[in-house]
């Protein structure tokens, strides 16, 4: 599911576009002050940002620029009513992907989306960690890991089926001498390699619990 992040101050044009792109399938923050979206990003990884420019406090511009200069690259759509070409400039030049002027059609965001970051769709996230389940790349903080095959086939088992329990001997069959203590001997690895917690639901298997 992909997450997003809207920032708008118009609360109920806010609410709106939430409820329209939640009824789409996304899973939808809001912020209605520019400082709001620091604190949001502070504890969440999104896949998008979509940011009015005219909100209290931060403008659009700034939170992205802020955003911008910590490394922050996910990908930003603007959406104003500001029309002159300075404005629209400077919005690409703070690292905007996109630019829609108000008023427009719900239905045109969420064409733009699909059409532009469909690929970011298939991505999976937990913590600091994003993981593409198609080509089986794991990055944590950005930085490629390797966890070698086995490991690397128990975390993908583990990781597509977040918040769900997998059957430890599921997971027993990617190992070479299968057993119960090799198998909690790779899960403590992966575990120490990339600082995430694996939950052992006695007598059922384990999971990855996305919360």
């Not at 101050?9 to 923050?29: A, H, N, P, Q, T």
């Not at 990884?45 to 690259?73: H, M, W």
């Not at 913590?127 to 089986?136: A, F, G, L, M």
């Not at 890991?145 to 430890?168: A, C, Y």
């Amino acid at each position: 599911m992909m997450n997003i992040l809207l920032l708008e101050d118009d609360k109920i044009l806010c609410d709106s576009l939430r409820e329209f792109l939640e009824l789409e399938g996304y899973c939808v923050d809001v912020a209605y002050r520019g400082p709001e979206v620091f604190d949001l990003t502070f504890d969440k990884k999104y896949d998008l940002y979509i940011l009015d420019v005219n909100v209290p406090e931060v403008d659009g511009f700034d939170v992205l620029a802020s955003l911008r200069e910590t490394g922050d690259e996910t990908p930003a759509i603007y959406i104003t009513a500001l029309t002159d070409i300075n404005s629209i400039s400077k919005g690409f030049e703070m690292g905007a992907e996109d630019y829609i002027k108000k008023p427009f059609d719900p239905e045109e965001l969420v064409i733009r989306i699909k059409s532009k970051y469909q690929q970011e769709d298939n991505l999976l996230y937990h913590k600091d960690i994003c993981y593409d389940p198609v080509t089986k790349t794991l990055q944590k903080e950005s930085q490629t890991i390797g966890l070698g095959e086995v490991q690397q086939n128990i975390f993908h088992e583990l990781m597509i089926h977040q918040n769900k329990i997998v059957d430890s001997y599921t997971l027993m069959d990617f190992l070479e001498q299968p057993s119960a203590n090799a198998l909690r001997v790779n899960l403590a690895k992966i575990k120490n390699k990339l600082g995430i917690e694996i939950k052992n639901i006695r007598g059922q298997g384990y999971m990855i619990e996305n919360i």
